[in-house]
């Protein structure tokens, strides 16, 4: 049973930061394109950073320069490292394994910026 647990989330001032764990059970990250989505409420769940199996990233433009995506081979877990954080940032943050034998999708984890 795959499965996919994301942590790290939670209320932060506007240009603080966090860092989003994705551990991963079932699967092996670095077999598979991994991916950071989110979605705020009322609008459709976009992705925000992607990390495929040779570690080429790949970042939506309005987190160019900010936010960081990470790979640990050894925890089996990829990270989200999200610096100058913007109250636009506010969303449920999803983590998203991607392979021959199917997608798959954690639970989410609320990320809140507001002073």
């Known amino acids: 049973q795959v499965q996919l647990v994301e942590s790290g989330g939670g209320l932060v001032q506007p240009g603080g930061s966090l860092r989003l764990s994705c551990t991963a059970s079932?699967?092996?990250?670095?077999?598979?394109?991994m991916a950071w989505y989110r979605q705020a409420p009322g609008k459709q769940r976009d992705m925000v950073a992607a990390?495929?199996?040779?570690?080429?990233?790949n970042y939506a433009d309005s987190v160019k320069g900010r936010f960081t995506i990470s790979r640990d081979n050894a925890k089996n877990t990829v990270y989200l490292q999200m610096n100058s954080l913007k109250p636009e940032d506010t969303a449920v943050y999803y983590c998203n394994a991607r392979g021959i034998m199917g997608e798959y999708w954690g639970q989410g984890t609320q990320v809140t910026v507001s002073s």
């Open positions: 990390i495929t199996t040779s570690g080429l990233t």
């Open positions: 079932g699967i092996i990250v670095r077999t598979k394109a």
